[in-house]
């Protein structure tokens, strides 16, 4: 009988261990999650975006959920959200942008660097972001989905394209308020978003610098000046 209740009290303190070891690694376990998502630029103290929660809403633009994440970012700032009400049909076309992330080269292989890639057919306006941006944090889609969506006809300009740059900038530069990890991603994206919360702060708040980069860009020197909703000269 002693040695019966021996056994028992030796197992009940082996279980002790085990139970502690295992609260001791899950904590260990999220510290280095914390520490992952820190790097990455991810929040640390949200949950897990809940893609099916928005799945119906955004069923006329995206079945993606970075993008859903990214729009509802947009959503709760003034910054962005016109570009938001664009996003979901408040546009030109009156219909709601499509969203994905496609091999942009697989359209034409001279846009393989591109970021984004705006595109109309058959009256809809579509966004096909780079396939490499996927995991870029929502904050830094967030600020190129604001910019894309000034584009919503076929005639482009270096006036428009000075503004949608602007833009962007300042929607990263708002996001990353709440969420500063970003700023600290290697995604491609948060260099490309980085750049222009240089160039728009180098400008004291202002397109002063960035519309210097968009007009020396070789990928825009056949645009025009102007394009219609951006004829003035001095944007």
Do not use: C
Not at 130 to 144: C, F, G
Not at 209 to 218: E, F
Request: hydrophobic fraction near 40%; aromatic fraction near 12%; charged fraction near 30%.
């Amino acid at each position: 009988m002693k040695r019966d209740k021996l056994f028992l009290v030796v197992l009940f303190a082996l279980f002790a261990q085990a139970y502690a070891f295992a609260a001791g690694n899950a904590g260990l376990d999220e510290s280095r999650m914390k520490a992952v998502k820190a790097e990455e630029g991810m929040s640390v103290n949200k949950p897990e975006f809940d893609t099916e929660a928005y799945a119906k809403k955004y069923k006329k633009i995206t079945k993606d959920g970075a993008v859903m994440q990214a729009m509802e970012l947009m959503q709760k700032e003034n910054i962005s959200r016109y570009s938001y009400n664009a996003l979901m049909g408040n546009n030109l076309t009156e219909k709601p942008f499509k969203i994905e992330f496609k091999n942009i080269s697989e359209i034409n292989p001279e846009y393989a660097s591109f970021d984004a890639l705006g595109w109309k057919k058959k009256g809809t306006l579509y966004i096909y972001i780079n396939e490499k941006h996927r995991n870029a944090p929502p904050e830094a889609i967030a600020a190129l989905l604001a910019h894309e969506a000034i584009h919503q006809d076929e005639f482009a300009s270096l006036n428009e394209e000075t503004y949608a740059w602007t833009l962007e900038a300042a929607t990263w530069m708002k996001l990353t308020e709440k969420n500063p990890n970003a700023l600290k991603s290697p995604s491609p994206l948060v260099t490309r978003e980085n750049m222009l919360k240089k160039l728009f702060e180098k400008g004291d708040y202002t397109n002063k610098y960035i519309k210097k980069a968009v007009y020396t860009n070789p990928g825009y020197k056949k645009l025009p000046t102007r394009s219609p909703g951006f004829e003035d000269e001095d944007l």
